[in-house]
């Protein structure tokens, strides 16, 4: 039997629709919102398959890691914290990234 490689073809055959509709087109302003609004509640509320972890609905973990992120910072891998202080020192810039500002080789942080 013989298997013959896959030949290399032109696009493929694959279209997009994005269709973008103001609800305010077929409702009072604020009627589509509020309905939403209860959805969300109810997806909320549902029974949870695992009672340890909520049930999220779209936007809820993005919400959770901004305010972590705002409240925090933003967790940087100590690998990363490395190659960034060779850069600056390489450009013989002052490092200004730290979680404690005392850490700081700045003015700053003296």
């Known amino acids: 039997m013989r298997v013959r490689a896959p030949q290399v073809r032109g696009p493929h055959n694959i279209g997009h629709f994005f269709m973008a509709i ?26 949870r398959v695992d009672a340890n972890q909520p049930v999220l609905v779209a936007g809820d973990p993005e919400r959770a890691t901004n305010r972590e992120r705002v409240e925090n910072g933003v967790p940087v891998p100590d690998d990363l914290m490395e190659q960034l202080r060779a850069v600056a020192k390489n450009a013989g810039v002052p490092f200004v990234l730290a ?5 700081l080789d700045t003015p700053v942080g003296r």
């Open 99 to 103: 979680a404690d500002p005392a850490a």
């Open 22 to 47: 103001d609800p305010r087109a077929f409702r009072a302003a604020g009627e589509f919102e509020e309905d939403l609004d209860h959805v969300i509640d109810v997806l909320h509320n549902a029974k």
